[in-house]
C-alpha cells in the first residue's frame, strides 16, 4: 500500500528538504568558524578523510512501510471493533438503529475508497477497502442471526458466499475501485466456498461433495488462464492447485472403495473431469514450466479412472496387469505424432504422459519384484534343512521358510510386458543404453518366476534354471554385445546369480545337489575358456567345484577329513590354470578362490591330526608347484610354512615333545633358501639370509637346555653352537657368528653354573666384593687399550655381512 503523491506535491515536498539541509549547512560553517578562531592550533586543521568518517546511518523502516504498516493496523483495529459490537452491542438496538447502522456503516465503508483514490491515497483506500470488506461478512453474519435464524446454516453459508463473491467482483470491477487490488481476490477467495457447502447442505453425499470440489477447481484453472499476470492468477492457482488435490483424492479414494461397477463408473467421471480440467490447463499453458506436470497428472488420472471401472469385477491379481494396459496405451497415445495438427498434443504434453506412463509401469515392475525375489532368495531356506526330502512342487521349493503370494500370480505377464516397451520403444540416446539392459533382466526375472506360477514339478524347476544358466551364459560368450548395451556382463550377472538360486533350489536331494554342482561347474568351467568371460567364470566354477567335492564326500558317507583330501583337487587345479593363463588377473583371481578352497580342506581335516599333516604336505606341494614360476617365488614361503606345520602336526600325534623335531625340519629349509638367496645376490645380509633359520633352531634348544636335568642336549647344542660359530668366523658372517657364539657362551655358563655356585660357597662374604674392586683397577689401567681392542673387533664385525 505505497503512497505516490501526485507531482506538484511531490515538487513541493522536495523543496521544503532543499531548504532545511542549507540552512542546516549555513549553521554548522558558522559553528565551525567560531571553533577556528578559539583554537589557534587549529588554524589550519587537516580535513578528515572520508574514508575515516562512520557510514551514516540509514532509517530502520522507509516511509512507504511504516504508512503501510500504520494503516494495516488501523484496518485491523477497526475491523475488531466491528465484530465487538456485531457481536456484543447489537442485541441493544432495535430494527431500526439495526438497519441503519448496517446500512450507513456498510455504505460508507464502501463508498469511503472513492475520494481517498480522488485525491491519490491509494493506500489508505487499500486498507479501507478491506475493512469494508470484513464489514460485509460482519453484515451477513448478523443478517442470519437475527432475521434467518431458521435457515440451515451450511446452506445459508452458501448462499452468502455466492452474495459476497458477487458483489465484492462487482466492486472490483467498477471502473472507480478498478485500480483497488484486494476486491478481486477476496471475492475469488469466497467463491471457493458456494458450491461445496451447497453440495453439504444438500446431502448430496461423498460423490456430491467431491464433484463440487472439481467443478470449484475447475473454475479456478478457467480464471487462472485468463487472468492477468497478479493477485488475481496467484489466488485463481493456490485454489486451482489446493482444491483440485482436495477432490482427486476423494475421487481417487472412492473409486479404490467402490463396492460396485455402478459407484467405479460415478468415480471415474469424476477422476476424468479432474483429467479433463488439468489437460486443457497444460494444452492453454503449454509454454509455461509446469505444463509438463499438469499432463503427468493427466496419464495418472487417466489409468486411475478406467481402471477403477474394473476394479470392483477383476481378481486381485489382474487389477495391475489392467492398470499396466492403460499406462502402455498413454505411451502410445503420446507416440501420435501423425496426427493432424489441430488435434496433435503439444510436446509439453507428450513429455507429461510419457513421463506418466513410466510411473505406471514402474510402480506395476515394483509391484511385480517379490516374485522374483522370493523364487531366488526363498530356496536359501533349504540350506537349513539339506537333503530333507523332494518338494512337491515349484511353489514349496522356492518357500521353504518364506510365505506365499498368491496375489501375483499374474507378475511374469507385467514382467515380460515392461521388458517389451523398454526393448521396443525406448529410443532416446540417454535411455537406451540403460533399456537394453533393464530389458533382459525383466525378461529373465518374468522367465524364472513362470515356474513358481504355474506349481511345476520340482525336477522342471530345476531343468529350468539349468537351462536359463546355460542360455545367458552362451549369450554372454558368443552374442555380439555392443558398448550401449553394457557388453556381457549383464549376462553374466545374470547366470551367476541364477546359478546360486539353482545350488540352493537343488538341496533338497542328494542326486538333485550332486547333479547341480556337476553340471554347474561344467558350465562355468566351459566359460571360462571364453576371454571375455574369465574373470568371472573361474571363480564361478572352482567355488562350484570345492561345493562338488564336499557333497560327493557327503554323498560318499565320507568324514570331513576324508573329504578334505578330495576338496584339495580345486586348489591343484586352480595353480595349473593360473599358470597357463596369459591375464595376470585372471591367475590372480583362480590362485585366490583356490586358496580359499586350500583353507576349506584344511578346516575340514582339523579333527584328525594324521589326515591333517596330510592336507597340510598336499597344500605345500600345491604352493611349492606355484613356486616354480618365476612371477610366483614369495610361494616358496608358504610353502615352507605349510611343510613345517605339517610335521609339527604329525610329531605332535606321534607324542615328540623335543623341539628339535619341530625346529630343525623348519630351519633347514629356511637355510637352504638363505644360501640360494645369497648367491643369487651376494649383497642380502646374513641376518635376512640364515638369522631366521638358526634363530628357529638354536634359541628354543638353548631354552629346553636350561631346564634340562641331562647333559645330553647341552653337549649336542655346544657342538652345533660351535661349529656355527666356526662357520661364520670362516666366512665373515655376522648373524652365525654371534648366534653360535652367543649360544655357545649362555650354554657354557649353563653347564658351569653348579661349579660356580660351589666354589661361591667355599669363598668368604669380602671376596667378591675385592675380586670386583680388583677388576675395576684393572679396567681403568688398562681403559684406552681397551677401548682400541673393542673398536678393533667392532670394525672386523662391521666388515663381516
Same mark, same amino acid.
Given at each position: 500500500?505505497?503512497?505516490?503523491?501526485?507531482?506538484?506535491?511531490?515538487?513541493?515536498?522536495?523543496?521544503?528538504?532543499?531548504?532545511?539541509?542549507?540552512?542546516?549547512?549555513?549553521?554548522?560553517?558558522?559553528?565551525?568558524?567560531?571553533?577556528?578562531?578559539?583554537?589557534?592550533?587549529?588554524?589550519?586543521?587537516?580535513?578528515?578523510?572520508?574514508?575515516?568518517?562512520?557510514?551514516?546511518?540509514?532509517?530502520?523502516?522507509?516511509?512507504?512501510?511504516?504508512?503501510?504498516?500504520?494503516?494495516?493496523?488501523?484496518?485491523?483495529?477497526?475491523?475488531?471493533?466491528?465484530?465487538?459490537?456485531?457481536?456484543?452491542?447489537?442485541?441493544?438496538?432495535?430494527?431500526?438503529?439495526?438497519?441503519?447502522?448496517?446500512?450507513?456503516?456498510?455504505?460508507?465503508?464502501?463508498?469511503?475508497?472513492?475520494?481517498?483514490?480522488?485525491?491519490?491515497?491509494?493506500?489508505?483506500?487499500?486498507?479501507?477497502?478491506?475493512?469494508?470488506?470484513?464489514?460485509?461478512?460482519?453484515?451477513?453474519?448478523?443478517?442470519?442471526?437475527?432475521?434467518?435464524?431458521?435457515?440451515?446454516?451450511?446452506?445459508?453459508?452458501?448462499?452468502?458466499?455466492?452474495?459476497?463473491?458477487?458483489?465484492?467482483?462487482?466492486?472490483?470491477?467498477?471502473?472507480?475501485?478498478?485500480?483497488?487490488?484486494?476486491?478481486?481476490?477476496?471475492?475469488?477467495?469466497?467463491?471457493?466456498?458456494?458450491?461445496?457447502?451447497?453440495?453439504?447442505?444438500?446431502?448430496?453425499?461423498?460423490?456430491?461433495?467431491?464433484?463440487?470440489?472439481?467443478?470449484?477447481?475447475?473454475?479456478?484453472?478457467?480464471?487462472?488462464?485468463?487472468?492477468?499476470?497478479?493477485?488475481?492468477?496467484?489466488?485463481?492457482?493456490?485454489?486451482?492447485?489446493?482444491?483440485?488435490?482436495?477432490?482427486?483424492?476423494?475421487?481417487?479414494?472412492?473409486?479404490?472403495?467402490?463396492?460396485?461397477?455402478?459407484?467405479?463408473?460415478?468415480?471415474?467421471?469424476?477422476?476424468?473431469?479432474?483429467?479433463?480440467?488439468?489437460?486443457?490447463?497444460?494444452?492453454?499453458?503449454?509454454?509455461?514450466?509446469?505444463?509438463?506436470?499438469?499432463?503427468?497428472?493427466?496419464?495418472?488420472?487417466?489409468?486411475?479412472?478406467?481402471?477403477?471401472?474394473?476394479?470392483?469385477?477383476?481378481?486381485?491379481?489382474?487389477?495391475?496387469?489392467?492398470?499396466?494396459?492403460?499406462?502402455?496405451?498413454?505411451?502410445?497415445?503420446?507416440?501420435?505424432?501423425?496426427?493432424?495438427?489441430?488435434?496433435?498434443?503439444?510436446?509439453?504434453?507428450?513429455?507429461?504422459?510419457?513421463?506418466?506412463?513410466?510411473?505406471?509401469?514402474?510402480?506395476?515392475?515394483?509391484?511385480?519384484?517379490?516374485?522374483?525375489?522370493?523364487?531366488?532368495?526363498?530356496?536359501?531356506?533349504?540350506?537349513?534343512?539339506?537333503?530333507?526330502?523332494?518338494?512337491?512342487?515349484?511353489?514349496?521349493?522356492?518357500?521353504?521358510?518364506?510365505?506365499?503370494?498368491?496375489?501375483?500370480?499374474?507378475?511374469?505377464?507385467?514382467?515380460?510386458?515392461?521388458?517389451?516397451?523398454?526393448?521396443?520403444?525406448?529410443?532416446?540416446?540417454?535411455?537406451?543404453?540403460?533399456?537394453?539392459?533393464?530389458?533382459?533382466?525383466?525378461?529373465?526375472?518374468?522367465?524364472?518366476?513362470?515356474?513358481?506360477?504355474?506349481?511345476?514339478?520340482?525336477?522342471?524347476?530345476?531343468?529350468?534354471?539349468?537351462?536359463?544358466?546355460?542360455?545367458?551364459?552362451?549369450?554372454?560368450?558368443?552374442?555380439?554385445?555392443?558398448?550401449?548395451?553394457?557388453?556381457?556382463?549383464?549376462?553374466?550377472?545374470?547366470?551367476?546369480?541364477?546359478?546360486?538360486?539353482?545350488?540352493?533350489?537343488?538341496?533338497?536331494?542328494?542326486?538333485?545337489?550332486?547333479?547341480?554342482?556337476?553340471?554347474?561347474?561344467?558350465?562355468?568351467?566351459?566359460?571360462?575358456?571364453?576371454?571375455?568371460?574369465?574373470?568371472?567364470?573361474?571363480?564361478?566354477?572352482?567355488?562350484?567345484?570345492?561345493?562338488?567335492?564336499?557333497?560327493?564326500?557327503?554323498?560318499?558317507?565320507?568324514?570331513?577329513?576324508?573329504?578334505?583330501?578330495?576338496?584339495?583337487?580345486?586348489?591343484?587345479?586352480?595353480?595349473?590354470? /593360473? %599358470?597357463? @593363463?596369459?591375464? *595376470?588377473?585372471?591367475?590372480?583371481? &583362480?590362485? #585366490?578362490?583356490? =586358496? !580359499?578352497? +586350500?583353507?576349506? $580342506?584344511?578346516?575340514?581335516?582339523?579333527?584328525?591330526?594324521?589326515?591333517?599333516?596330510?592336507?597340510?604336505?598336499?597344500?605345500?606341494?600345491?604352493?611349492?608347484?606355484?613356486?616354480?614360476?618365476?612371477?610366483?617365488?614369495? /610361494? %616358496?614361503? @608358504?610353502?615352507? *610354512?605349510?611343510?613345517?606345520?605339517? &610335521?609339527? #602336526?604329525?610329531? =605332535? !600325534?606321534? +607324542?615328540?615333545? $623335543?623341539?628339535?623335531?619341530?625346529?630343525?625340519?623348519?630351519?633347514?629349509?629356511?637355510?637352504?633358501?638363505?644360501?640360494?638367496?645369497?648367491?643369487?645376490?651376494?649383497?642380502?645380509?646374513?641376518?635376512?639370509?640364515?638369522?631366521?633359520?638358526? @634363530?628357529?633352531?638354536?634359541?628354543?634348544?638353548?631354552? &629346553?637346555?636350561?631346564?634340562?636335568?641331562?647333559?645330553?642336549?647341552?653337549?649336542?647344542?655346544?657342538?652345533?653352537?660351535?661349529?656355527?660359530?666356526?662357520?661364520?668366523?670362516?666366512?665373515?658372517?655376522?648373524?652365525?657368528?654371534?648366534?653360535?657364539?652367543?649360544?655357545?657362551?649362555?650354554?657354557?655358563?649353563?653347564?658351569?653354573?653348579?661349579?660356580?655356585?660351589?666354589?661361591?660357597?667355599?669363598?668368604?662374604?669380602?671376596?667378591?666384593?675385592?675380586?670386583?674392586?680388583?677388576?675395576?683397577?684393572?679396567?681403568?689401567?688398562?681403559?684406552?687399550?681397551?677401548?682400541?681392542?673393542?673398536?678393533?673387533?667392532?670394525?672386523?664385525?662391521?666388515?663381516?655381512?
Amino acid at each position: 500500500m505505497t503512497h505516490v503523491p501526485p507531482p506538484a506535491e511531490e515538487l513541493r515536498l522536495i523543496d521544503t528538504e532543499l531548504w532545511q539541509l542549507d540552512a542546516r549547512r549555513a549553521q554548522l560553517l558558522a559553528r565551525r568558524a567560531w571553533l577556528v578562531a578559539r583554537l589557534p592550533s587549529l588554524s589550519h586543521p587537516s580535513p578528515v578523510p572520508p574514508t575515516a568518517l562512520p557510514p551514516p546511518r540509514g532509517p530502520e523502516a522507509t516511509a512507504p512501510r511504516v504508512q503501510n504498516v500504520l494503516l494495516l493496523l488501523g484496518g485491523l483495529l477497526l475491523t475488531i471493533a466491528a465484530i465487538a459490537f456485531t457481536l456484543v452491542s447489537w442485541g441493544h438496538l432495535g430494527i431500526a438503529g439495526r438497519s441503519l447502522v448496517l446500512g450507513a456503516v456498510t455504505v460508507a465503508a464502501l463508498a469511503a475508497p472513492l475520494p481517498l483514490l480522488g485525491r491519490g491515497l491509494r493506500s489508505t483506500a487499500e486498507a479501507v477497502a478491506g475493512l469494508a470488506l470484513a464489514l460485509t461478512v460482519l453484515d451477513a453474519y448478523a443478517l442470519h442471526a437475527v432475521a434467518l435464524t431458521g435457515v440451515d446454516p451450511a446452506g445459508y453459508a452458501a448462499g452468502a458466499s455466492a452474495v459476497l463473491a458477487a458483489v465484492w467482483t462487482g466492486y472490483g470491477l467498477v471502473p472507480r475501485t478498478r485500480t483497488l487490488r484486494l476486491p478481486l481476490p477476496t471475492a475469488l477467495t469466497a467463491a471457493q466456498l458456494p458450491l461445496l457447502l451447497g453440495a453439504v447442505a444438500a446431502d448430496a453425499g461423498r460423490y456430491g461433495i467431491t464433484g463440487a470440489l472439481l467443478v470449484t477447481a475447475a473454475c479456478d484453472t478457467a480464471v487462472a488462464l485468463r487472468a492477468p499476470a497478479g493477485p488475481v492468477r496467484i489466488t485463481a492457482t493456490v485454489g486451482a492447485y489446493g482444491v483440485g488435490a482436495w477432490g482427486v483424492l476423494g475421487a481417487a479414494w472412492l473409486s479404490w472403495t467402490a463396492d460396485g461397477p455402478g459407484a467405479a463408473t460415478l468415480a471415474a467421471v469424476l477422476l476424468l473431469f479432474a483429467a479433463g480440467t488439468a489437460l486443457a490447463a497444460a494444452w492453454r499453458g503449454r509454454a509455461a514450466g509446469h505444463a509438463v506436470g499438469l499432463s503427468l497428472a493427466v496419464g495418472l488420472l487417466v489409468v486411475a479412472a478406467l481402471g477403477g471401472i474394473v476394479h470392483p469385477v477383476l481378481p486381485v491379481a489382474w487389477l495391475v496387469p489392467a492398470h499396466l494396459v492403460l499406462g502402455i496405451g498413454l505411451l502410445a497415445a503420446a507416440r501420435a505424432v501423425r496426427l493432424p495438427e489441430p488435434v496433435r498434443l503439444p510436446k509439453p504434453v507428450r513429455h507429461g504422459l510419457v513421463l506418466a506412463s513410466a510411473a505406471v509401469q514402474g510402480l506395476a515392475v515394483l509391484w511385480a519384484l517379490p516374485l522374483p525375489a522370493l523364487t531366488l532368495l526363498g530356496p536359501a531356506g533349504w540350506a537349513a534343512r539339506i537333503w530333507s526330502g523332494t518338494p512337491d512342487g515349484a511353489r514349496e521349493a522356492v518357500s521353504a521358510d518364506a510365505p506365499w503370494l498368491p496375489q501375483l500370480l499374474t507378475a511374469p505377464l507385467v514382467l515380460i510386458a515392461v521388458a517389451a516397451v523398454l526393448a521396443f520403444a525406448v529410443r532416446a540416446t540417454t535411455w537406451r543404453p540403460r533399456a537394453l539392459v533393464g530389458a533382459p533382466a525383466l525378461g529373465w526375472s518374468a522367465l524364472m518366476a513362470v515356474p513358481v506360477v504355474l506349481d511345476a514339478p520340482y525336477p522342471a524347476v530345476l531343468v529350468v534354471e539349468l537351462l536359463a544358466t546355460a542360455a545367458l551364459l552362451a549369450a554372454a560368450s558368443w552374442w555380439p554385445w555392443t558398448t550401449e548395451s553394457g557388453g556381457p556382463l549383464p549376462a553374466l550377472v545374470l547366470a551367476l546369480v541364477t546359478s546360486v538360486s539353482l545350488a540352493f533350489l537343488s538341496l533338497p536331494t542328494r542326486s538333485a545337489t550332486v547333479g547341480v554342482l556337476a553340471a554347474l561347474t561344467v558350465l562355468f568351467g566351459a566359460a571360462s575358456l571364453v576371454r571375455r568371460l574369465v574373470t568371472l567364470a573361474v571363480p564361478a566354477a572352482l567355488g562350484y567345484g570345492t561345493a562338488l567335492a564336499c557333497a560327493l564326500g557327503a554323498a560318499a558317507g565320507w568324514a570331513p577329513e576324508h573329504t578334505a583330501l578330495l576338496v584339495l583337487v580345486v586348489p591343484a587345479v586352480a595353480a595349473l590354470f /593360473a %599358470a597357463r @593363463a596369459t591375464d *595376470a588377473r585372471t591367475a590372480v583371481v &583362480a590362485e #585366490v578362490t583356490g =586358496a !580359499a578352497a +586350500g583353507l576349506l $580342506a584344511i578346516g575340514l581335516a582339523v579333527g584328525d591330526p594324521p589326515m591333517l599333516s596330510l592336507t597340510l604336505s598336499l597344500s605345500a606341494v600345491i604352493a611349492a608347484g606355484t613356486a616354480v614360476r618365476a612371477d610366483r617365488r614369495p /610361494a %616358496a614361503y @608358504a610353502a615352507t *610354512a605349510l611343510f613345517a606345520l605339517a &610335521a609339527w #602336526v604329525r610329531l =605332535a !600325534a606321534w +607324542g615328540v615333545t $623335543a623341539p628339535e623335531a619341530y625346529t630343525v625340519p623348519a630351519s633347514l629349509p629356511a637355510l637352504l633358501i638363505g644360501v640360494l638367496r645369497r648367491r643369487r645376490d651376494p649383497r642380502v645380509s646374513s641376518w635376512v639370509a640364515y638369522g631366521p633359520g638358526l @634363530a628357529a633352531t638354536l634359541l628354543p634348544s638353548l631354552a &629346553a637346555a636350561w631346564t634340562d636335568v641331562h647333559a645330553t642336549r647341552p653337549w649336542l647344542l655346544g657342538a652345533a653352537a660351535l661349529l656355527v660359530t666356526l662357520v661364520g668366523a670362516r666366512h665373515q658372517l655376522r648373524a652365525p657368528l654371534l648366534l653360535g657364539g652367543g649360544v655357545l657362551v649362555l650354554d657354557a655358563l649353563h653347564e658351569l653354573a653348579p661349579y660356580l655356585v660351589q666354589i661361591a660357597g667355599f669363598l668368604p662374604r669380602w671376596a667378591p666384593p675385592a675380586l670386583a674392586g680388583l677388576l675395576l683397577l684393572a679396567v681403568g689401567a688398562t681403559y684406552e687399550r681397551r677401548l682400541r681392542d673393542v673398536r678393533r673387533v667392532r670394525d672386523v664385525l662391521g666388515r663381516m655381512s
